[in-house]
Each structure stands twice: as C-alpha cells, then as structure tokens.
C-alpha cells in the first residue's frame, strides 16, 4: 500500500519508487499575500490527480501553481491579501 503525506509549509512523498522533499528554501516567497495558499495547493493536488497525473508529477504541478499564485498576490487590506489564482496560466504556464 501506498502512503502519501502532505505537511503544511512543505511536502514529502514516499512509496516503493518516490522521495521527494522540494523544501529547498528556493520559492520561499516574502509576501503576506498568501491568504488561500493551503486550499489552493489541495484544489490543485486534486485537480492533476482527477486529470490522471501521478502523485508526484500532480504535487510538483500543485507547487508550481500555488508558487505562482502567491508571488502575485495582491493586497486586500493592511494585514495581507489572497493568492492570484489565475497567475500560473496567465504567464504562459499550462
């Protein structure tokens, strides 16, 4: 049986063929538009499996998405703001 995990703030994979940490350090964003990043990475995660992706493959896409969605946060008032969901496919990214 396969055991998957996904640990807030970072991931990790493990089975038989898979381990894989990409909490490198190196998309740590400095921005306090992250309002709706978690939701936003388990939507994604979902989405790439429904679409047929292997976990890995579906994980490092939801990585890729989310990282571009809070790189172009925006505002929403002085305390932070939400994730840019459109971000990813708007620079060129399908």
């Known amino acids: 049986m ?3 995990e996904n640990v807030s703030g970072t991931w990790c994979l493990w089975d038989d063929s898979i381990n894989v940490n990409r909490n490198d350090g190196k998309d740590k964003l400095d921005t ?3 309002h709706g990043g978690g939701c936003t990475f388990a939507a ?3 989405a790439n499996l429904a ?3 292997p ?3 579906a994980v490092e896409r939801a990585k ?3 990282t571009a969605a809070i790189a172009h946060g925006w505002q929403l008032n002085e305390h932070g ?3 840019m969901h459109g971000a990813y496919n ?3 990214n399908n």
Request: hydrophobic share 35%; net charge positive.
């Open 81 to 83: 703001g939400p994730v």
């Open 44 to 46: 994604a995660v979902t």
């Open 2 to 4: 396969n055991r998957f």
């Open 64 to 66: 890729d998405f989310v």
């Open 51 to 53: 679409n047929g992706k």
């Open 32 to 34: 306090s538009y992250n």
């Open 55 to 57: 976990v890995k493959e």
């Open 90 to 92: 708007q620079l060129g």
